[in-house]
């Protein structure tokens, strides 16, 4: 088949979270299962600047249509692997920044002329280098836009573009939405402006644009697809996705086991497999050498890495102050967001500097140790469409505490429910749930001969991507 991925992150080039990953696994499998693909990616500085992009090659020059005025912009191209292109949809006043989406403090205020401009960018490209996909897949709301901008395209000059659009929502709490006088940059037609289009309380949204228009839409783990058509998950757009509840599924994200593999993980210091545990015990030690702490500690170590946001639970693990105060047990956690949340946290690391520590910054390798290095993390989300990192503890023999939501209680078994199946712990996503789930895994810590049997089935946990991007291939085929 001839895909076309479009996205606003794509590991190793640009991530600020799971889309990156996610995206970069799915294209990288489709492309090795012999699929033609392309992936079309804002050329931000980091790719453009990125070493496996100094072979690309300006192969369009764009002029895009943005209201009543045209922008100019260019498409460069390279092949990082076999079957598979990357397309930079470059303009460096839009692009040519040191982050994707805004700085710490505030988003940009361009973001939706940005992705307009994106969206469009992708439409001309796919029209002059006259791609024709069986299939256009665009990701959150960034993509949004992109099957009415197709399909309007396509009427205009009487052509096909692509026999099929899917959207997928990563995460329905980002919506893409902006005052309604930017619409008109679109050149989409009036009526669209209305209830029955991208209009959402006034505003413009992208994300129900995406929902709406797409012929297929997905989400990332068969419970989120249930959680968004409800008033506690939907984030206002749950009566948008029920109205498509027909067309919409969930598809479980896998894991990029080239990258998440502590067999051949080349970013922690030592490797390991289930049957040899030892080179775990070295990532521990260097994780609490790391961490500031003694490297020899022999109680728990409870990891967590994840962007600090309101989604992620942070707070609810700061309500439990008490329990790292009172237990002899550290805390690694990697994270960068909310400033709030992260002074909450450095709060924590000053009241109790010989159990906690704090790296507030984008770490891949350290990312990397604290899930080698822990006995446990951390996931006290509040919603998780799917979450990565409860599958990549598991694959690296660290067992999850994930609170009973989304994809965390698709892809983590409770022990407690199944204890002849069990690969971590759920719990409730409130102060009670997170406490219940901390006390249980200090009791299993002291049960050694649990730890290791719990610890041996999650590394045995099948998360590979083949099985999703067979799902995928079914759905662009229209086989489900
Ligand atoms: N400070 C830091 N340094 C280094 N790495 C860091 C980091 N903070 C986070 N990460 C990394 O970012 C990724 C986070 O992925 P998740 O899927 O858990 O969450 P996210 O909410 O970003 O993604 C959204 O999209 C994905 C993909 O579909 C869904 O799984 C998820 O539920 C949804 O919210 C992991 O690879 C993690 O290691």
Same mark, same amino acid.
């Given at each position: 088949?001839?895909?076309v991925q479009v996205a606003s992150e794509l590991f190793?080039y640009v991530k600020?979270?799971g889309l990156a990953d996610a995206v970069s696994a799915l294209a990288?499998?489709?492309?090795?299962?012999?699929?033609?693909?392309?992936v079309f990616l804002p050329?931000y500085?980091?790719a453009?600047?990125?070493?496996?992009?100094?072979?690309?090659?300006?192969?369009?020059?764009?002029?895009?249509?943005?209201?009543?005025?045209?922008?100019?912009?260019?498409?460069?191209?390279?092949?990082?692997?076999?079957?598979?292109?990357l397309h930079?949809v470059?303009?460096?006043?839009?692009?040519?920044?040191?982050?994707p989406?805004?700085?710490?403090?505030?988003?940009? &205020?361009?973001?939706?002329?940005?992705f307009?401009?994106f969206c469009?960018?992708v439409?001309?490209?796919?029209?002059?280098?006259?791609?024709?996909?069986?299939?256009i897949h665009g990701h959150d709301w960034q993509c949004?836009?992109l099957?009415?901008?197709?399909?309007?395209?396509?009427?205009?000059?009487?052509?096909?573009?692509?026999?099929?659009?899917?959207f997928t929502?990563h995460?329905?709490?980002?919506?893409?939405?902006?005052?309604?006088?930017?619409? *008109?940059?679109?050149?989409?037609?009036?009526?669209?402006?209305?209830?029955?289009?991208?209009?959402?309380?006034?505003?413009?949204?992208?994300?129900?644009?995406?929902?709406?228009?797409?012929?297929?839409?997905?989400?990332?783990?068969?419970? *989120?697809?249930?959680?968004?058509?409800?008033?506690?998950?939907?984030?206002?757009?749950?009566?948008?996705?029920?109205?498509?509840?027909?067309?919409?599924?969930?598809?479980?994200?896998?894991?990029?086991?080239?990258?998440?593999?502590?067999?051949?993980?080349?970013?922690?210091?030592?490797? *390991?497999?289930?049957?040899?545990?030892?080179?775990?015990?070295?990532?521990?030690?260097?994780?609490?050498?790391?961490?500031?702490?003694?490297?020899?500690?022999?109680?728990?170590?409870?990891?967590?890495?994840?962007?600090?946001?309101?989604?992620?639970?942070?707070?609810?693990?700061?309500?439990?102050?008490?329990?790292?105060?009172?237990?002899?047990?550290?805390?690694?956690?990697?994270?960068?967001?909310?400033?709030?949340?992260?002074?909450?946290?450095?709060?924590?690391?000053?009241?109790?500097?010989?159990?906690?520590?704090?790296?507030?910054?984008?770490? &891949?390798?350290?990312?990397?140790?604290?899930?080698?290095?822990?006995?446990?993390?951390?996931?006290?989300?509040?919603?998780?469409?799917?979450?990565?990192?409860?599958?990549?503890?598991?694959?690296?023999?660290?067992?999850?505490?994930?609170?009973?939501?989304?994809?965390?209680?698709?892809?983590?078994?409770?022990?407690?429910?199944?204890?002849?199946?069990?690969?971590?712990?759920?719990?409730?996503?409130?102060?009670?749930?997170?406490?219940?789930?901390?006390?249980?895994?200090?009791?299993?810590?002291?049960?050694?001969?649990?730890?290791?049997?719990?610890?041996?089935?999650?590394?045995?946990?099948?998360?590979?991507?083949?099985?999703?991007?067979?799902? *995928?291939?079914?759905?662009?085929?229209?086989?489900?």
């Amino acid at each position: 088949m001839k895909i076309v991925q479009v996205a606003s992150e794509l590991f190793p080039y640009v991530k600020t979270g799971g889309l990156a990953d996610a995206v970069s696994a799915l294209a990288g499998t489709l492309a090795e299962r012999g699929h033609e693909v392309s992936v079309f990616l804002p050329g931000y500085r980091a790719a453009v600047d990125h070493p496996l992009a100094a072979g690309a090659q300006r192969t369009l020059g764009l002029r895009i249509e943005m209201g009543d005025t045209f922008m100019t912009g260019e498409v460069r191209s390279f092949s990082p692997a076999p079957n598979l292109t990357l397309h930079l949809v470059c303009r460096e006043e839009f692009f040519d920044r040191r982050n994707p989406y805004g700085t710490p403090e505030r988003d940009y &205020e361009d973001n939706h002329h940005r992705f307009i401009f994106f969206c469009k960018g992708v439409v001309e490209a796919m029209r002059f280098m006259e791609l024709r996909a069986d299939v256009i897949h665009g990701h959150d709301w960034q993509c949004g836009l992109l099957p009415l901008l197709l399909r309007h395209t396509e009427q205009r000059y009487g052509i096909t573009l692509a026999m099929k659009t899917v959207f997928t929502i990563h995460n329905i709490a980002f919506q893409g939405v902006f005052p309604m006088r930017s619409f *008109y940059r679109t050149n989409l037609p009036d009526e669209l402006m209305g209830i029955d289009g991208v209009e959402f309380y006034g505003q413009m949204s992208m994300m129900k644009s995406g929902i709406l228009f797409s012929d297929r839409v997905t989400t990332v783990s068969p419970r *989120y697809a249930r959680e968004i058509q409800t008033a506690e998950f939907g984030c206002g757009l749950d009566g948008v996705v029920m109205t498509r509840a027909d067309d919409i599924v969930g598809l479980i994200n896998g894991i990029d086991t080239d990258v998440w593999n502590p067999a051949t993980d080349t970013l922690i210091p030592a490797n *390991y497999t289930v049957d040899n545990l030892t080179g775990k015990a070295g990532c521990r030690a260097d994780l609490l050498k790391r961490s500031g702490f003694d490297p020899k500690f022999a109680g728990p170590v409870f990891g967590m890495v994840c962007r600090l946001t309101e989604q992620k639970g942070v707070d609810l693990v700061l309500a439990n102050a008490e329990f790292f105060k009172k237990n002899d047990v550290r805390f690694i956690v990697l994270g960068s967001g909310d400033k709030e949340l992260e002074a909450g946290l450095r709060e924590l690391v000053a009241a109790i500097p010989s159990r906690v520590s704090l790296s507030a910054r984008l770490d &891949e390798g350290m990312s990397h140790l604290i899930e080698a290095g822990s006995d446990f993390f951390l996931m006290p989300s509040r919603f998780e469409p799917c979450g990565l990192n409860q599958m990549y503890s598991q694959a690296y023999g660290t067992i999850p505490l994930v609170t009973r939501v989304g994809g965390l209680a698709d892809t983590v078994i409770d022990l407690d429910h199944n204890p002849h199946a069990g690969t971590g712990v759920l719990f409730h996503p409130s102060e009670e749930g997170v406490k219940a789930g901390l006390d249980r895994a200090l009791t299993l810590f002291a049960d050694k001969t649990s730890m290791a049997v719990v610890q041996a089935r999650g590394m045995h946990s099948d998360f590979g991507w083949d099985k999703t991007a067979q799902a *995928y291939e079914d759905l662009y085929g229209d086989a489900i």
